[in-house]
């Protein structure tokens, strides 16, 4: 049974850090791509950042470049997504999914599989 469950969100303060984790189940993680995605209280869901079989393949929105670092550790079966430099307008709820049919729809904007149910991040003073 797949699964990905996610952590770390909660409360911080502008300019603040958090790091996210998402642990899997159910598959091989060296072997998929998993992509953390958000949406923002009134939003459409956004893609944040993708991490492919390979770690050295990511790619990040514009908007956390340079500020979000995604990273996994297949021994442990969990994808990270360090938050640094945080801002009031990156408060969503964030979520963690995997493309297990064609592996590479996270870098082409297409639909995933099987998704988390998400954690809660808020940025405010």
């Known amino acids: 049974q797949v699964q990905l469950v996610e952590s770390g969100g909660g409360l911080v303060q502008p300019g603040g850090s958090l790091r996210l984790s998402c642990t899997t189940s159910?598959?091989?993680?060296?072997?998929?791509?998993i992509g953390w995605f958000r949406r923002a209280p009134g939003k459409e869901r956004e893609r944040v950042s993708c991490i492919g079989s390979s770690a050295g393949s990511t790619i990040y929105a514009d908007s956390v470049k340079g500020r979000f670092t995604i990273s996994k550790d297949n021994t442990k079966n969990t994808v990270y997504l360090q938050m640094n430099s945080l801002k009031p307008e990156d408060t969503a709820v964030y979520y963690c999914a995997t493309d297990l049919t064609y592996g590479s729809n996270c870098f082409l904007g297409q639909p995933m599989d099987y998704w988390g149910k998400g954690t809660l991040v808020t940025v405010s003073s």
């Open positions: 159910g598959f091989t993680l060296d072997s998929n791509t």
